[in-house]
């Protein structure tokens, strides 16, 4: 399938992360990541064109106009180990984080993933939004898997557990297969070589690794609004689907706030908004925040959530613990400027240094931290602690 470049002055409806895979301007990404858009390019470089998709593997191969001649990655040539070291490369939440490329580290966890499906592996590597399509390499840089999936908000939905940080990567086996039955060429790489250090390998690696932009996928339109007491609207004609996660707060964008309500009346209101895609309901006060993004889950036993359907295998489920209106003195390491809360926590999420973070709203500053000690009572701060 070809596609055209995005018309000037069009904003990206969505992305995700790509590698080439040969000289010839070629490069991996997951299918969802291109899925329903009417076009998809590479910043830099132009368009991504002849999109070949295996929706069922969820793995995709383009064309990128100006990637001939870049650097690409080798496929291993063998098995992966269990319990070998692996880096993750890729462009997770782009709007919120910087839009340079991302480096985590981790281990292969299980060769297998959910229901024993041999075509996945299970890996501590920590994963976001965005990295979807990006590659994990072992320590000599070969590419032995494809990131694909995190255990989200729908798994604590439906059984109440809180998974740690479980990622699934596609076995670079199934991504060779998918490029022979299409006559795309690739390269691989056998067993052994010498072993890199994180840093030498994002110098080899990051060059073969870019952001690929989605363009015309539909969106849910930002609805403005005054906050407060506010009518209940009927349920829409059409139904939508949510899952519901008990003692959880989402963070999104709050553009309505319902006061003196149920949490069903709740819920229905989000149903009968197409811009809603999430709720948090306060249980104490009885106030619906009715949300067009779900980003984060963050514990918080007063608090009932609502997610769309569509959404909830996107939504990142916070291992912090998380209080308004505290802070901790000590142990601040970093301090990022101009950032927001989600950005304060990602940062700390994927530093295994952090341990705790400030967020000073006025200022919209965030401080990481590599101790807890004592917490005290400090307006404006919003603290997590792993």
């Known amino acids: 399938m070809l596609c055209a470049g995005a018309a000037a002055g069009q904003s990206p409806s969505g992305s995700g ?9 070629w490069a991996i990404t997951n299918a969802h990541v291109i899925e329903g858009c009417t076009s998809a390019s590479v910043p830099s470089l132009g368009a991504a064109t002849n999109w070949i998709v295996d929706k069922q593997n969820d793995l995709a191969v383009v064309k990128v106009t100006g990637g001939t001649g870049k650097p690409f990655l080798r496929l291993l040539g063998g098995s992966p180990r269990l319990g070998e070291d692996i880096t993750a ?8 984080l910087s839009d340079s490329i991302k480096v985590t580290t981790g ?34 840089g070969r590419v032995v898997g494809v990131a694909t999936a995190v255990l989200g908000s729908t798994f604590v939905g439906n059984t109440g557990i809180l998974p740690q940080n479980v990622n699934f990567a596609i076995r670079s086996a199934i991504v060779e297969l998918f490029l022979q039955s299409r006559s795309v060429s690739y390269a691989t790489q056998p067993s052994g070589g ?9 110098e080899r690696i990051a060059p073969a690794v870019v952001t690929l932009l989605c363009f015309g996928r539909p969106e849910a339109t930002t609805a ?3 906050t407060g007491p506010a009518s209940i609207p009927q349920p829409a004609s059409i139904e939508r689907s949510f899952q519901r996660v008990a003692n959880y707060d989402v963070i999104g964008f709050d553009y309505r706030t319902l006061s003196a309500v149920s949490e069903l009346q709740c819920r229905d209101a989000c149903k009968a908004d197409p811009s809603c895609r999430a709720t948090t309901y306060n249980k104490k006060a009885r106030f619906c925040f009715l949300k067009d993004d779900a980003k984060l889950l963050v514990a918080n036993s007063d608090a009932s959530a609502f997610v769309d359907d569509e959404l909830s295998n996107d939504v990142l489920v916070s291992t912090f613990v998380v209080a308004s209106g505290r802070d901790m003195a000590g142990g601040d390491y970093r301090r990022i400027r101009k950032s927001n809360f989600l950005g304060c926590y990602i940062e700390c999420e994927m530093d295994r240094v952090c341990l705790a973070f400030a967020f000073v709203r006025r200022k919209n500053e965030c401080w990481l931290k590599n101790r807890v000690g004592r917490v005290t009572a400090k307006p404006g701060i919003d603290l997590g602690i792993r």
């Open 17 to 25: 992360t790509a590698f080439f895979i040969n000289s010839d301007g």
């Open 89 to 96: 490369f890729g462009y997770p939440l782009g709007g919120l």
């Open 107 to 140: 281990n292969i966890n299980s060769l297998v993933g959910i229901d024993n499906d041999a075509r996945y592996l299970q890996i501590s590597t920590p994963l976001q939004p965005g990295n979807s399509g990006g590659p994990v390499v072992d320590r000599t």
């Open 194 to 202: 010498v072993e890199l250090s994180t840093a030498d390998l994002a």
């Open 224 to 226: 403005g609004g005054p």
